[in-house]
């Protein structure tokens, strides 16, 4: 499978943005997602994931409350849905995929395959 991550950008604080993993080559139906981000100088962390059943979502203490993932199957789309955005959200952020009918695991080994990654600035 073949991911791609958009719809990052600059945002002010307490603003919202929705970032979008496509994916092309297989269904994202048989895949366990995951989102993770990279800021400068830090390690990869996980931000959240979805099984592959879509029914099970799984998220960062970080993020839990303000974010939300969703998938649309006809797009073949995830979704990452970020609100109420810090200055410490600021990152690379990329989608992940594994084929797996377990939890969304929270480590980078976890996963096969990686979308290129989308910035996201929370500054004013």
């Known amino acids: 499978v073949q991911l791609q991550a958009s719809g990052g950008g600059l945002v002010q604080p307490g603003g919202s943005l929705r970032l979008s993993c496509a994916a092309s080559?297989?269904?994202?139906?048989?895949?366990?997602m995951g989102w993770f981000r990279q800021a400068p100088g830090k390690e990869r962390e996980f931000v959240g994931g979805?099984?592959?059943?879509?029914?099970?979502?799984y998220y960062a203490d970080s993020v839990k409350g303000r974010s939300t993932i969703s998938r649309d199957s006809a797009k073949n789309t995830m979704y990452l849905q970020m609100n109420s955005l810090k200055s410490e959200d600021t990152a690379v952020y990329y989608c992940?995929?594994?084929?797996?009918?377990?939890?969304?695991?929270?480590?980078?080994?976890?996963?096969?395959?990686w979308g290129q990654g989308t910035q996201v600035t929370v500054s004013s």
């Open positions: 992940a995929a594994v084929q797996n009918f377990g939890s969304a695991p929270r480590n980078e080994g976890g996963y096969d395959y």
């Open positions: 979805m099984g592959w059943s879509g029914t099970s979502t």
């Open positions: 080559g297989r269904f994202l139906s048989t895949y366990t």
